[in-house]
């Protein structure tokens, strides 16, 4: 199982976390687990 990493701007594929998306969308790199844990990685 490979977590999916999706490179969106605007928008994350994750409708649990949908106030979460908004804060990442800045960063635009979110890493979407199969678990439906979403995190976002800040450098």
Aim: no cysteine; glycine share 6%.
């Amino acid at each position: 199982m490979v977590p999916i990493v999706s490179y969106t701007i605007g928008a994350v594929p994750n409708t649990s976390s949908n106030t979460f998306a908004t804060s990442v969308q800045s960063y635009g790199f979110t890493i979407v687990l199969p678990d439906g844990i979403t995190a976002s990685i800040t450098s």
